[in-house]
């Protein structure tokens, strides 16, 4: 009954699964927080409050496990057909060493998962994904020479990300990452042991994803907090990440999004478009699931957009002093559904969003009808102050909210 | 000189609240001069390193009243704001410690163990001061009226502030006339008995304040602590990272960014007054620059007795401001360490080394230490309040190395037979020989110390004695009588000349308040 009792000695009386790195992170969870991540255990936070994890990320450099993230491993002489015909974004430009970030569609063109691929070799790629595909892979590669294999539980992963994160890799890895571009690949060794680093995350800062063999996974997790302690190396949850994630306007399947295959009424379904993936939608690169639908909907405008809004301040303050209230902020991002009105109507809703302590806004991430859609359009944002709803103004302002140059930059 | 040269404002001083008024003023359109006499900016908020690879905020140290609005308005996040949070506070003991968080349950287990009537009222302790802090807040964020003489707009605002205050309950009201008249140590008796905890918590009624706990008045710098201001919403300290110099800097990006000019290493000699009216600046190196009118971030001392000559001032205010309490009575010890420090009570790595460290083991050792600076030593023992700004964030040191602050009282600015460098080391050893009874290893980690005295504050800051706060926060030096009365409303008696540094209302800390208020005050009239 106990799982993942193999990867590990340390064993917890759950029903989920627990990650190569859960004897390390279970003891230092002082709050004992968990949330449930693809039938894994993973830390809510480290810390009784999340707010030294989160400025980690920002600030420092913030360790994460990303092991239950589902894993693909796609190879064979039809890999790279597989794949364009697969995702909306052109696989003939991906060079090997180089990452893509894409979302995959139904033949309707609606959106079923978002993840990244990974070009290993000529005819090897992984993909990772929210949630299982393997039967929609498979049932698409139908006739091809791949061999797709979920790898999910045969590889474990840890993000490292934020500003320290590069130097403290550079102090381990066999080989320099100095050069190492933003979304791509290389392998190197800590230590002599074998590991893939992607500079990928979730973070929308400088960051990297570390792919490890899962009996290396304890070994590496100690190599990276004893060198990184000196960059301020320190563990972060889920709690921490969220707010991030937001910071760079990452969407999130089943909170900003439902995939279509679990969307019980069409109106649940979202195109790329509609959740500001227009950019990964290559249409002159031929024929992917779901193109026929995607460009007839590129001719006329989609009827939703995905935006980041900005609750704006006085006016909260203002709310909140009527009742004798200094503004009462979320604590951790929240994930509800929260009306949004323009002149009195809802033209849409925000999906998640937080308080932001970098950028000292409170920001959100929401659809909107996409005639209401433009920068700087003031929507009416519905909130709660003590127990009694208000409107209180919130403006459409550019994603990503956060988005510091190091993302991108290499050293000099 | 040519017409260019003529501004519409000089601001004297590249302080916080200098570049803060400069901010607000570009913001509105005008062409400003910011002076700095020194290399780097910020004033007493600055950052250096002082020995190779190790970073001080080398006086001001933490960030916790800066205003929410002036963040916003000033766009500072954009600029480089990061405040990382310092949570908790770490009163190491002898035998045993205090260690509060920003966890509710936490904070109350740890004081039950130690008294259970106190983690009750502890609990309720918290929001009274929430509650206090918010009444006070209408009173720092308007203009403090001339009391004397008021104008339509004074009795206006006056009469807003009485209504406020006539709104507040009864329980509000009580404990705001407590705080604004008795010692912090009094106070603290009616609600708890635990000593360390009492101390430690009067301990910030004491800082940068010729005053013990048990002086009447400290209870009020309590509650100036007490309104921190990180996010909008009543809450700890914060470190910014970087050190406090980068908040400058922030404040000075976005100053450029509205379009002023700053100039360092321009040290103004006097304000030209020409007919009773500040016409510009003269600079020591002869250079004089024009402007319609000129802002001093100086303290009050500096802006009226050396800036201006006393002849071109009425007598009474000449008096008013030689009376100005200002005595300096801290000090700042910067050492540079080759690793953390290991308290005997609690060891090891931890979150308490993330938080404040306070060396406030009880009223006695605070009074103590008082007392030696009342007949003119520096404290033998003295109180600290300590933080290790690399554990926050490691680019303040080398790899594996830190950095500690310790801001240190009490340091007399006029010590028995002056501050000579035998003292100076002197007051340094007793500050490691007091940290050691606690962190026996702290003697074998230091790598370097920069000891500052209140002299060395007032040499490298311009800080008159040394006073961090530009002039005592006392009830008679607070509001209409900042700096003096009848000119608390950053205007003073030479026309176009205005003050905006912390010697005016609200005061001192990094709260960009005076600055900005001031810049409101003068664009209003302008």
């Known amino acids: 009954m106990i799982s993942g009792k193999k990867s590990s000695k340390f064993t917890a009386n759950t029903q989920l699964k627990i990650s190569p790195f859960f004897e390390r992170t279970s003891k230092i969870n002082m709050s004992q927080e968990w949330k449930r991540w693809g039938g894994f255990l993973a830390s ?68 079923i998962d978002d993840g990244t691929i990974q070009r290993l070799d000529k005819e090897d790629f992984r993909l990772t994904s929210a949630e299982p595909n393997l039967y929609w892979l498979e049932l698409n590669s139908y006739g091809m020479d791949v061999d797709i294999h979920d790898e999910s539980e045969m590889i474990s992963a840890l993000a490292l990300q934020g500003p320290n994160s590069r130097d403290i890799i550079n102090s381990i890895s066999s080989k320099s990452i100095n050069d190492l571009k933003f979304f791509r690949i290389i392998n190197t060794d800590f230590n002599g042991i074998e590991v893939s680093i992607s500079r990928t995350g979730y973070t929308g800062d400088l960051g990297y994803e570390i792919w490890i063999k899962p009996s290396d996974s304890l070994k590496i997790w100690d190599i990276l907090i004893k060198k990184g302690k000196d960059f301020g190396i320190t563990p972060a949850g889920l709690n921490a990440l969220d707010i991030s994630r937001i910071e760079a306007s990452l969407i999130l399947l089943d909170v900003d999004y439902i995939s279509s295959r679990h969307a019980l009424i069409e109106d649940r379904k979202s195109s790329p478009y509609e959740l500001g993936l227009g950019w990964t939608v290559k249409l002159n690169s031929g024929n992917f699931i779901g193109y026929k639908a995607l460009k007839n909907e590129n001719k006329n405008p989609s009827h939703w957009r995905f935006v980041g809004i900005e609750i704006l301040w006085d006016d909260l303050e203002k709310l909140y002093k009527k009742v004798g209230l200094a503004p009462d902020l979320p604590h951790a991002a929240w994930r509800d559904s929260v009306p949004l009105y323009y002149n009195k109507s809802q033209v849409g809703y925000a ?34 102050v003590e127990h009694y709803r208000h409107l209180t103004p919130a403006k459409i302002v550019k994603t990503p909210f956060y988005n510091p140059k190091r993302k991108m930059s290499c050293p000099d | 000189m040519s017409r260019l040269d003529k501004y519409d404002a000089i601001i004297i001083g590249g302080g916080h609240n200098g570049l803060t008024a400069a901010a607000y003023l570009s913001k509105a359109g005008k062409k400003v001069l910011v002076l700095e006499r020194r290399h780097v900016l910020g004033g007493a908020a600055v950052t250096e390193e002082v020995f190779p690879g190790f970073k001080f905020s080398v006086c001001s140290y933490v960030v916790s009243l800066l205003k929410a609005n002036v963040i916003r308005e000033l766009m500072l996040p954009r600029f480089g704001l990061e405040i990382l949070p310092l949570e908790s506070t770490f009163t190491p003991l002898d035998n045993d410690y205090l260690f509060r968080t920003s ?61 406020h205050v006539k709104g507040l309950n009864n329980e509000t009201f009580e404990y705001l006339c407590k705080l604004m008249t008795m010692s912090s140590a009094d106070f603290l008796d009616e609600w708890f008995e635990f000593e360390p905890l009492k101390a430690t918590m009067s301990a910030s009624g004491i800082i ?4 013990g706990p048990r002086s009447p008045g400290s209870a009020y710098v309590m509650l100036h602590h007490y309104m921190g201001d990180i996010d909008g919403s009543f809450r700890a300290w914060g470190f910014q990272r970087g050190g406090t110099g980068e908040l400058s800097m922030t404040i000075a990006r976005s100053a450029k960014h509205f379009g002023a000019e700053i100039l360092t290493e321009a040290s103004v000699d006097k304000v030209i007054v020409k007919n ?14 024009k402007s319609d009118i000129v802002i001093s971030g100086l303290d009050p001392k500096l802006t009226f007795l050396k800036m201006i000559d006393e002849s071109d001032l009425p007598e009474d205010f000449v008096r008013d401001i030689k009376n100005f309490r200002i005595r300096g009575s801290s000090g700042k010890v910067n050492l540079a360490l080759d690793g953390l420090p290991n308290f005997t009570s609690l060891p090891g790595d931890g979150p308490h080394l993330r938080g404040a460290i306070s060396i406030s083991p009880s009223y006695d050792h605070l009074e103590r230490a008082y007392d030696d600076a009342k007949y003119g030593n520096f404290s033998k023992e003295p109180y600290m309040d300590i933080i290790l700004p690399s554990v926050l964030d490691p680019t303040m040191a080398p790899p594996g190395k830190h950095v500690m602050s310790c801001f240190v009282q009490y340091a007399p600015y006029n010590i028995n037979g002056g501050w000579d460098d035998n003292k100076r080391e002197a007051f340094g050893d007793a500050v490691v020989n007091t940290l050691s009874r606690f962190a026996p290893n702290i003697k074998d980690l230091i790598l370097h110390r920069q000891v500052l005295t209140p002299m060395d504050l007032e040499k490298t800051f311009g800080l008159t004695e040394g006073n961090i706060f ?57």
């Open chain 2, 470 to 526: 530009h002039g005592e926060l006392t009830l008679q030096q607070l509001f209409s009588f900042r700096p003096a009365v009848k000119w608390a409303d950053y205007t003073t008696p030479i026309k176009n000349y205005y003050q905006c540094g912390s010697g005016t209302h609200p005061g001192g800390g990094v709260t960009g308040s005076p600055g900005e208020m001031a810049a409101k005050k003068i664009l209003k009239i302008w």
């Open chain 2, 208 to 211: 940068g304040t010729f005053m």
């Open chain 1, 44 to 111: 809510t936070k480290y810390d009784l409050h999340h707010d030294n994890e989160y400025f980690a990320i920002r600030t420092k450099a913030g360790l994460l496990d990303i092991s239950p993230l589902y894993k693909y491993r796609i190879k064979g002489k039809d890999s790279k057909l597989f794949l364009n015909r697969l995702v909306t974004r052109n696989i003939n430009i991906c060079e090997v060493g180089q990452v893509m970030y894409s979302s995959w569609c139904d033949e309707n063109g609606k959106v």
């Open chain 1, 351 to 384: 999906t998640s969003g937080c308080w932001s302590p970098i950028l000292k806004k409170y920001i959100a991430l929401a659809h909107v009808n996409s005639k209401y859609s433009s920068l700087d359009t003031i929507l009416d944002f519905e909130i709660k």
């Open chain 2, 103 to 163: 966890d509710y349950d936490q904070t109350y287990k740890e004081i039950y163990r130690h008294s259970k009537k106190d983690a009750e009222n502890y609990t309720r302790f918290g929001p009274l001061m929430g509650q206090v802090g918010m009444a006070v807040r209408p009173i720092l964020e308007t203009i403090a009226p001339n009391a004397i003489r008021p104008s339509i707009n004074d009795l206006l605002s006056l009469k807003s502030l009485l209504g």
């Open chain 2, 276 to 289: 009773g009216e500040a016409v510009g600046v003269a600079l020591e190196n002869g250079n004089e620059y």
